[in-house]
């Protein structure tokens, strides 16, 4: 659908913008399915702790209306099994978890589970933490 894709870029764009504003540099993940599409940003995403925020949209790029979301991480590559954190909700209408350990560098995989009041959604995905800085 041409209005999804146009929503979804102006997102985007917008973060883009924020970030270079707070010239910070955090990971950003964008993770877009058929029913929902999350934007999660991890600062400062490297070794040692990061705060997660995790904006959660529906597939047209509108906030979801979600009453609880999770965090799961893990990373294979050094046997960390997959450990769940719940987000907490801000004022802004983004979730957040904030000081996650990230002991490592490597490929670590990430889970986000989100309960609203009409459905499950799962989204999935990968992000590298460099090594040194
Ligand atoms: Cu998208």
Redesign the pocket.
């Known amino acids: 659908m041409p209005g999804v894709v146009r929503s979804?870029f102006l997102i985007v764009i917008a973060t883009l913008a924020a970030l270079r504003l707070a010239a910070a540099e955090p990971l950003a993940l964008?993770i877009?399915s058929e029913r929902a599409?999350f934007q999660v940003l991890i600062s400062p995403g490297t070794v040692g702790t990061g705060n997660f925020v995790l904006q959660l949209m529906s597939g047209e790029g509108t906030l979801l209306p979600v009453k609880e979301a999770t965090l799961t991480l893990s990373l294979p590559e050094r046997g960390i099994e997959p450990l769940s954190r719940k987000a907490k909700l801000g004022a802004d209408g983004y979730w957040s978890v904030p000081n996650v350990p990230l002991p490592f560098a490597g490929r670590w995989h990430l889970r986000i589970d989100a309960v609203t009041p009409f459905q499950n959604v799962t989204l999935e995905d990968d992000f590298d933490v460099p090594a040194g800085h």
């Open positions: 979804c964008h877009h599409m």
